[in-house]
């Protein structure tokens, strides 16, 4: 099975415009054919620049600058052609704050939810939680 890898860098705030670069990787063969695998990122949002993309060891690369109004979170990112296939994707989004949403996609399941960044104080809970659950 092969594992895609998505790379999101995503803003964290919950208003205004926000603006970061995306990047976006799936394997490829030879120097012209890739997997075919696409993002499709929420709605309102738009490329701030124009795509570049390149092969380079067996991966197609694609880069470009993203931005929407309200930054991503609560938006669904979606992979078209996933269900297609039987392989798996591996996301990883990383919001301007530098947290990370982490996830594996599925051919069944080919979309997640931005989640907002969670808080300090709501991991400490969880382990605070779980800790005392299990005493």
Same mark, same amino acid.
């Given at each position: 099975m092969? &594992?895609? +890898? /998505?790379?999101?860098?995503a %803003?964290?705030q919950? $208003?205004g !415009? ?8 799936v394997?490829?063969?030879? #120097?012209d054919l890739?997997?075919?695998l ?5 709605? %309102? $949002? #738009?490329n $701030? ?8 060891r067996?991966?197609?690369?694609? &880069?470009c /600058? !993203?931005?929407r109004?309200?930054?991503?979170t ?11 296939t039987?392989?798996d994707?591996?996301? =990883?989004?990383e919001?301007? +704050?530098?947290?990370?949403q982490?996830m =594996?996609?599925?051919?069944?399941s080919p979309?997640f939810?931005?989640?907002?960044a969670?808080?300090?104080? +709501?991991? /400490?809970h ?5 800790a005392?659950? $299990?005493?």
């Open positions: 092969h &594992r895609e +890898d /998505a790379t999101r860098k %803003g964290a919950s $208003t !415009i926000t603006a970061c670069p995306q990047v976006w990787k394997p490829g063969r030879g #120097e890739r997997l075919g696409y993002v499709e990122l929420p709605e %309102g $949002t #738009e $701030t620049s124009e795509p570049r993309a390149m092969m380079n067996g991966a197609f690369s694609e &880069r /600058a !993203i931005r109004e309200g930054g991503l609560g938006g669904k990112i979606r992979v078209r052609g996933l269900s297609h039987m392989t994707v591996l996301v =990883r989004l919001r301007l +704050d530098g947290t990370s982490v =594996r996609l599925l051919p069944s979309q939810t931005v989640e907002p969670q808080r300090a104080l +709501d991991v /400490a969880a382990y605070t939680v779980s005392s659950s $299990t005493s």
